[in-house]
């Protein structure tokens, strides 16, 4: 079982930053892709953006020129680092690790971090 576990959310004022943080956890995994997604009230979740094991990046076009999403292979972690925040950015974040596990896909999600940014 690969474990996946968020941390960095928080308040922020609009204008503000914040940096999202990934770790998967487990033993005789690999990773070909991790993702950032988001869940406001009421809506569905969302891609927001993400990192293969190539390197390969993919971004909401409205996070676009404000978020950077990076990796640290040897540590199996993601980082979500979030500029210009804004009031709709507001939302529940979540993480998606996906790969192979004992030589079988397997997908995590983590339980998500909370972002809420004020105007």
């Known amino acids: 079982q690969v474990q996946v576990v968020e941390s960095g959310g928080g308040l922020v004022q609009a204008g503000g930053s914040l940096r999202l943080s990934c770790v998967a956890s487990?033993?005789?995994?690999?990773?070909?892709?991790m993702g950032w997604y988001r869940q406001a009230p009421g809506k569905p979740r969302d891609l927001v953006a993400s990192i293969t094991s190539g390197g390969n990046t993919n971004y909401a076009d409205s996070v676009k020129g404000r978020f950077t999403i990076s990796r640290d292979s040897a540590k199996n972690t993601v980082y979500l680092q979030m500029n210009s925040l804004k009031p709709e950015d507001t939302a529940v974040y979540y993480c998606?690790?996906?790969?192979?596990?004992?030589?079988?896909?397997?997908?995590?999600w983590g339980q998500g971090t909370q972002v809420t940014v004020s105007s």
């Open positions: 487990g033993s005789s995994f690999s990773i070909d892709y």
């Open positions: 998606n690790a996906r790969g192979a596990l004992w030589g079988k896909f397997f997908g995590s």
